[in-house]
């Protein structure tokens, strides 16, 4: 996996507007398709950004509290810091073609920037720019699946792995080392997706099952507390906090 809004933006009070009307305009067959509630439904905002091909990131860029998008395509990552698709508004260059771009508040200033991962190092940046990592560390092993957030909501994201099973390793620190904790949640074939699902200030995990999305609201074994259809079995899915309310939702896209 690679895994929202009506007053986030001007074209979203377009679109709420047009929806009123008595002829609602077709649904678009592609693109992102975001929701800002917690129950299955329609999408409540519809965009296009990137190409089909990019890999998608999304964050906080600017540290407004509402989350959008980046497609990185290479080496170079295009940003916007509104989900209302046209031209990026920064393009920068970090890492190599073929690194594991990640994106998370490494430093807890309210900002998210980029980690490159090649194999199991990290290079991680604490600005939007090029350049250097600000730091380098190893974590896990090459294979892992990596998913990335604030776990004890100090403000400051760091990763989770799982290593081809049903077990979480929690790490709560930027840095090397063994976990700090770890659980059993779903099944080794579920996708993993981070979130805030209640708004708590700490980020737990949901996992993906097709369609339909199994989420705890704590970092131990369980079942699910919330239970989510959304999409289709076919679509990416990706986590954020579309319209900066402090709660995580989920947004789709989808390829012709």
Same mark, same amino acid.
């Given at each position: 996996?690679?895994?929202?809004?009506?007053?986030?933006?001007?074209?979203?009070?377009?679109?709420?507007?047009? $929806?009123?009307?008595? +002829?609602?305009?077709? +649904?678009?067959?592609? !693109?992102?398709?975001?929701?800002?509630?917690? =129950?299955?439904?329609?999408?409540?905002? #519809?965009?296009?950004?990137?190409?089909?091909?990019? +890999?998608?990131?999304?964050?906080? *860029? %600017?540290?407004?509290?509402?989350?959008? #998008?980046?497609?990185?395509?290479?080496?170079?990552?295009?940003?916007?810091?509104?989900?209302?698709?046209?031209?990026?508004?920064?393009?920068?260059?970090?890492?190599?073609?073929?690194?594991?771009?990640?994106?998370?508040?490494?430093? !807890?200033? $309210?900002?998210?920037?980029?980690?490159?991962?090649?194999?199991?190092?990290?290079? @991680?940046?604490?600005?939007?720019?090029?350049?250097?990592?600000?730091?380098?560390?190893?974590?896990?092993?090459?294979?892992? +699946?990596? #998913?990335?957030?604030? *776990?004890?909501?100090? /403000?400051?994201?760091?990763?989770? *792995?799982?290593?081809? $099973?049903?077990?979480?390793?929690?790490?709560?620190?930027?840095?090397?080392?063994?976990?700090?904790?770890?659980?059993?949640? /779903?099944?080794?074939?579920?996708?993993?997706?981070?979130?805030?699902?209640?708004?708590?200030?700490?980020?737990?995990?949901? #996992?993906?099952?097709?369609? &339909?999305?199994?989420?705890?609201?704590?970092?131990?074994?369980?079942? =699910?507390?919330?239970?989510?259809?959304?999409?289709?079995?076919? %679509?990416?899915?990706?986590?954020?906090?579309?319209? $900066?309310?402090?709660?995580? &939702?989920?947004? @789709?896209?989808?390829?012709?």
């Amino acid at each position: 996996m690679r895994k929202a809004l009506a007053a986030l933006t001007p074209a979203l009070v377009a679109l709420t507007a047009v $929806g009123a009307q008595a +002829e609602d305009p077709p +649904e678009p067959e592609h !693109g992102f398709f975001l929701t800002n509630s917690a =129950a299955a439904g329609p999408a409540q905002h #519809v965009f296009h950004f990137g190409r089909f091909t990019d +890999e998608v990131l999304v964050g906080d *860029w %600017d540290g407004d509290g509402a989350d959008s #998008v980046a497609v990185q395509r290479g080496s170079t990552v295009h940003l916007t810091n509104n989900p209302a698709g046209g031209p990026a508004q920064t393009v920068l260059s970090y890492g190599r073609p073929g690194d594991t771009l990640l994106a998370g508040d490494w430093d !807890g200033d $309210g900002d998210d920037t980029l980690a490159v991962r090649r194999g199991n190092v990290y290079y @991680v940046k604490d600005t939007l720019s090029g350049g250097s990592a600000d730091r380098v560390l190893t974590l896990g092993r090459p294979d892992d +699946e990596i #998913v990335v957030g604030d *776990w004890d909501g100090d /403000g400051r994201d760091t990763t989770t *792995w799982r290593a081809g $099973g049903d077990t979480l390793y929690v790490g709560n620190h930027m840095g090397p080392g063994h976990a700090d904790w770890y659980f059993v949640y /779903g099944r080794a074939s579920d996708a993993l997706l981070a979130g805030d699902w209640d708004g708590d200030g700490c980020d737990t995990v949901g #996992v993906r099952r097709g369609a &339909t999305y199994l989420v705890r609201n704590s970092m131990t074994p369980g079942s =699910a507390d919330v239970t989510v259809r959304y999409g289709r079995a076919t %679509d990416e899915a990706f986590v954020g906090d579309w319209d $900066g309310d402090g709660v995580d &939702t989920l947004g @789709v896209r989808r390829a012709p």
